[in-house]
C-alpha cells in the first residue's frame, strides 16, 4: 500500500462465541459475545448492547462506531494542525450517539456528536486568543478530512473546547 494509492484494503476477522451448546434454537438461547482480531493487534471483546441481551463489559457495536469518529476526527485534526502551525500537546473527546430503533425493530443512528478538549499552545508572536481561534476553526478542516465520518449516513456534530496551555520557561 503506497500513499499515492487510492485505494486502502483493511481486513478483520470476527468470531462468534455466544454458542451456549443449543445455537440459536431461540432468542434467548445463544450469547451475542463474539471477538474481533486484526494481525498483529490485540483481540477486541465485543457483545451486543446489554438492552439487547448482550453483555455489558464488551464493546457493542454502537460504541466501536462512535470510537471510530472520535479516533478519525482526532488523527485528522492533529494532521490539520500541525499543517497550520498549531502546537496541540493534549486532546479528549467525550462522544456521544444517539441511535433510534423503528417498529420493525431495525434502526440507525440519527446523529453522533463529538465534543472534543484540544489544549494548545499559544503561537509564537499572536497569543492565547489567535491560537484559540485558529485550534476552534480547524476543527472543520478536519471533519472534511475524515474518512470515517465522511461514509456515515448521519451527521457528526462538533462541541470542541480549546485550552491555551501557560508557556513552559
Known amino acids: 500500500m503506497s500513499l499515492l494509492d487510492p485505494d486502502h484494503h ?14 440459536t ?8 459475545d463474539h ?6 493487534k490485540s483481540d477486541i471483546a465485543g457483545s451486543s ?17 462512535i470510537a471510530a469518529l472520535s479516533q ?3 488523527l485528522s485534526y492533529l494532521h490539520v494542525a500541525t ?5 496541540v500537546v493534549g486532546y479528549r473527546d467525550s462522544p ?12 440507525a443512528f440519527v446523529s453522533v456528536t463529538l465534543r472534543p478538549v484540544v489544549t494548545v499552545t499559544a503561537l509564537a508572536g499572536v497569543g492565547a486568543d489567535a491560537a484559540r481561534e485558529l485550534a476552534r476553526s480547524l476543527h472543520a478542516e478536519a471533519a472534511s478530512k475524515c474518512f470515517i465520518a465522511a461514509s456515515v449516513a448521519f451527521p457528526v456534530h462538533h462541541e470542541p473546547e480549546t485550552v491555551v496551555a501557560a508557556a513552559s520557561h
Open 10 to 23: 483493511y481486513r478483520l476477522d470476527l468470531e462468534w462465541t455466544g454458542d451456549r451448546g443449543v445455537g
Open 25 to 32: 434454537t431461540g432468542y434467548r438461547s445463544y450469547g451475542r
Open 35 to 40: 471477538v474481533l482480531r486484526a494481525v498483529g
Open 49 to 65: 448492547d446489554r438492552v439487547f441481551h448482550g453483555d455489558a463489559d464488551r464493546w457493542n457495536p454502537e460504541e466501536l462506531l
Open 72 to 74: 478519525c476526527h482526532l
Open 83 to 87: 499543517n497550520h502551525g498549531l502546537v
Open 96 to 107: 456521544e450517539g444517539l441511535m433510534r430503533q423503528d417498529d420493525s425493530g431495525g434502526g
